[in-house]
């Protein structure tokens, strides 16, 4: 019998590497105009914030919602992206929120952490992730300017980190303990370097971190999350993306809501909010 190749569900080299490792690089996908456009942003975003800063968010470094920025639809809504997530049968991404975060020279390490918020969700226990991160560095990264660090396979997998703490409180971000175990190295770990215009894209419930700044410029990222496959995830999932997407970018101009109109979330559903959980439950084994 001769089998028709295009029936055979075809699994991507990027779709498997996301799947199995937790993350892959798309090289090229921001080119110079929009590059630019978004570093003019990012750059005007940070000098009107960094003489105001104080100890908060050491770890991570000066972080700023993208919610005030709506010049940063173009890199938000990057139909590349869109187009490659497409291909890899992650089709229908909902937009949540993005953030710009800076380390300064001399910014020390960001802890491990995941950032998975819907484990009450079923998709969360599934290889398909409920949540992925998008990372643009608005210059090349490596090992000496505080390039990501991913903990390969745990997006799918228990781990000691899990029973370490929450991510993101402000005890962790400012570094209160700085013998807390989440600046450790951890066996299995790997660097991620990274070129400018390209972007990781990675799973939300896969530990990652980063090296400390040891150059003297800023080595700053914009990290955007988007909901795949946000039709098949639960009501009251759809319902918190949906209400959080509209109460932090409703008000940007409609210029800047036409370029990221495939990526906003519409459920018109009455199912109440998820109430967000940020810790797996023993489905994760
Ligand atoms: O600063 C970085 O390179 C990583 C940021 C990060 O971990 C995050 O946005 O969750």
């Not at 390490?109 to 226990?125: N, T």
């Not at 459920?267 to 109440?272: A, S, T």
């Amino acid at each position: 019998m001769i089998t028709d190749a295009a029936a055979i569900p075809v699994v991507s080299a990027r779709r498997k590497q996301l799947q199995d490792e937790g993350y892959f690089i798309l090289k090229g996908v921001a080119n110079d105009e929009l590059l630019s456009r978004t570093r003019a942003s990012v750059n005007n975003a940070i000098a009107a914030q960094v003489p105001s800063q104080s100890k908060k968010n050491r770890s991570p470094g000066l972080m700023l919602a993208a919610e005030h920025y709506p010049e940063l639809s173009g890199i938000i809504g990057n139909p590349v992206v869109l187009q490659a997530l497409g291909q890899m049968g992650l089709s229908g991404s909902a937009f949540w929120k993005a953030v710009i975060i800076s380390k300064p020279p001399a910014g020390p390490r960001l802890y491990w952490h995941q950032d998975c918020l819907m484990w009450d969700d079923p998709r969360s226990y599934s290889h398909i992730s409920p949540m992925i991160f998008l990372m643009y560095y608005m210059k090349d990264t490596s090992g000496e300017n505080g390039c990501l660090r991913v903990l390969p396979g745990t997006h799918r997998k228990r781990h000691i980190l899990h029973q370490m703490g929450e991510a993101h409180t402000p005890e962790i971000n400012d570094m209160e303990n700085p013998d807390d175990p989440r600046f450790l190295n951890f066996a299995g770990e790997k660097d991620v370097p990274m070129c400018a215009g390209d972007v990781v894209i990675g799973d939300a419930r896969m530990f990652h971190a980063t090296h400390e700044n040891r150059s003297n410029e800023r080595r700053t990222v914009i990290t955007i999350w988007y909901h795949p496959l946000f039709d098949g995830l639960q009501p009251s999932t759809q319902s918190w993306i949906h209400k959080q997407f509209h109460e932090r970018h409703g008000h940007w101009p409609e210029s800047a809501l036409a370029e990221i109109s495939a990526v906003i979330p519409r459920y018109d559903g009455d199912v109440p909010p998820m109430k967000y959980n940020r810790f797996p439950d023993e489905r994760l084994t």
